[in-house]
């Protein structure tokens, strides 16, 4: 349906061009994603000055009911970007997990329930397969621990783009499934992502293709931000206080933020300190542990946790994830496979949000963070939920209950019943109300 | 010790567009000057002001990350090959 949606803004471009987020060398708005001179990451530079001008809270309501409706923040030029109904997925404020926790403001960004694939990453595919196509690609392809293998498939599938996806071999077998059925063409490699991602890089500029987290990243990342403006908007066009959101490569951390600050920036919202706090897996977890020991560069280290969507060993923005935590009065946490579990569990079972492991890494450190006193009672806090459950059943299976098998006769029925409810009053006795 | 060498494309230029190199060094110290030699400025697109390899490029040999084995004195053996990557995001 959102296809059928007129964008009726101009077709002018928002964005000037890229810039060396290091050394400030300026490019084209081009497929490249490093600095010649010192290898530093490739921004998109926009012309804010414009967007102040022309950009209104009523300009943005006015728009489609998906990330398209922040269009002149995104670095396209298309009149009519790929929208599959990408974005606006519910912000929930979750009474039942902040009395659990005992904290009194949580909201839930649901990305579980994005469109197309369940995960943010549509978002970021969403950018870059429409910059692809106004660049002249005809065949897409991605490095990726699942999600946006899934998303990449399905979006490339719609824009009638040809695709080629590389997945670590051991992957979840719904992401697997998520992507084959969208009939790219998919290369499971025999290594973790760090070595699927070197690969990509040296296949990269060999055959021509637009590889969405490599020569079109900062096109790609930039999709991030609208889960900061989202929020923003959701709230009632007012930053949250603190925000706690898993982190692999880091970059999402960071756009978030970019997010937050072009609203203040342009004038949509007012300026306030908003904390960012991070969350990773024990088993992967070289940006935790450089904060906690102080340290200003990330050590890569070898991913072993059921957090496969985050296992990022080598992460490209970490270093960046590392100074926002700090500058804004974060904290960056890991927490164990046991506690990812609990922390799917827990948000399944008090909100009715079936996450993957990312986000239960996040609930996870979320609670950690309170136990520890980290995050202020009356904050208004938001956890990014970034993935769907569904995908990464395997990392469940033996933790949750099991039906009970009965006959479809009544005394069967009343059998079972009591027997779940001498079940339930076990289980009480054993949590600490 | 004779090595392969994978150049990324920002590179490239300075290798006058080969993304493969056969270069020198008994290890990765000695491959950067031995690189320099062959191809003058591309030392100082690797390394920063101190000489340490720049923050946002990987090193591997034989698919290894540096930083898991001896980093710039990581050895080298005749036929060893050397990619250099720079950093990527995903996930």
């Known amino acids: ?433 | 010790m004779a090595v392969k060498v994978l150049i990324p494309t920002p590179l490239q230029k300075f290798t006058r567009d080969q993304a493969a190199i056969e270069c020198n060094g008994g290890n990765i110290s000695e491959l950067l000057d031995s690189l320099e030699q062959g191809f003058p400025g591309i030392k100082a697109r690797l390394c920063d002001d101190q000489g340490e390899l720049r923050r946002f490029i990987n090193f591997y040999v034989n698919s290894e990350d540096i930083r898991f084995l001896e980093g710039k004195n990581t050895a080298l053996n005749e036929g060893d090959e050397v990619s250099i990557v720079p950093a990527v995001a995903g996930g």
């Not at chain 1, 012309?47 to 009523?58: F, G, I, K």
């Not at chain 1, 974005?87 to 649901?110: H, V």
């Not at chain 1, 009343?414 to 949590?431: C, F, G, K, N, Y």
């Open chain 1, 1 to 433: 349906m959102t296809q059928a949606i007129e964008t009726t803004r101009s077709a002018a471009a928002t964005f000037t061009g890229l810039k060396c987020k290091e050394c400030g060398t300026e490019y084209e708005a081009k497929a490249i994603h490093v600095c010649e001179e010192c290898f530093g990451p490739l921004e998109v530079a926009y012309d804010y000055a414009q967007l102040r001008r022309t950009v209104t809270r009523e300009s943005i309501q006015a728009g489609p009911n998906s990330i398209w409706r922040y269009r002149s923040f995104l670095p396209v030029e298309s009149e009519h970007p790929i929208d599959v109904g990408t974005g606006m997925t519910p912000l929930l404020q979750a009474n039942r997990l902040a009395r659990r926790l005992g904290i009194k403001r949580l909201f839930i960004k649901n990305d579980a329930v994005n469109m197309p694939t369940l995960s943010f990453k549509d978002r970021v595919v969403s950018v870059a397969l429409t910059r692809a196509r106004e660049l002249g690609f005809t065949t897409v392809s991605c490095a990726s621990t699942g999600n946006l293998a899934n998303s990449t498939a399905a979006i490339a599938a719609h824009a009638g783009l040809e695709c080629y996806v590389f997945i670590p071999s051991d992957l979840e077998a719904g992401k697997v499934m998520g992507t084959l059925i969208y009939s790219p063409t998919v290369m499971a490699v025999h290594g973790n992502y760090d070595q699927v991602n070197r690969l990509c890089s040296e296949v990269a500029n060999t055959h021509g293709w637009g590889f969405v987290n490599i020569n079109l990243r900062p096109y790609y990342s930039e999709g991030s931000k609208t889960l900061g403006y989202e929020v923003a908007e959701q709230l009632g066009w007012q930053l949250p206080d603190h925000i706690v959101a898993p982190l692999a490569s880091g970059s999402l951390f960071t756009k978030i933020y970019k997010g937050f600050q072009e609203f203040v920036k342009v004038g949509l919202v007012d300026d306030k300190p908003v904390r960012f706090s991070g969350a990773q897996a024990e088993g992967c977890s070289p940006i935790a542990q450089a904060f906690a020991e102080g340290r200003d560069f990330i050590t890569p280290v070898k991913p072993s946790t059921i957090a496969k969507s985050i296992a990022i060993g080598n992460p490209a923005d970490g270093v960046y994830a590392l100074e926002l935590a700090r500058k804004t009065n974060g904290n960056i946490e890991s927490v164990t496979d046991q506690e990812i579990i609990d922390g799917i569990k827990l948000l399944a079972e008090t909100e009715g949000i079936f996450t993957e492991t990312a986000g239960g890494t996040t609930i996870a450190v979320l609670k950690k963070l309170v136990e520890a006193g980290k995050i202020n009672p009356d904050e208004t806090t938001v956890a990014y939920i970034t993935g769907n459950g569904l995908k990464t059943q395997e990392a469940v299976q033996g933790y949750v209950g099991e039906p009970f098998t009965i006959e479809p006769k009544l005394d069967s029925f009343e059998r079972a019943l009591e027997r779940s409810r001498t079940l339930d009053r076990l289980e009480w006795q054993q949590v600490s109300v």
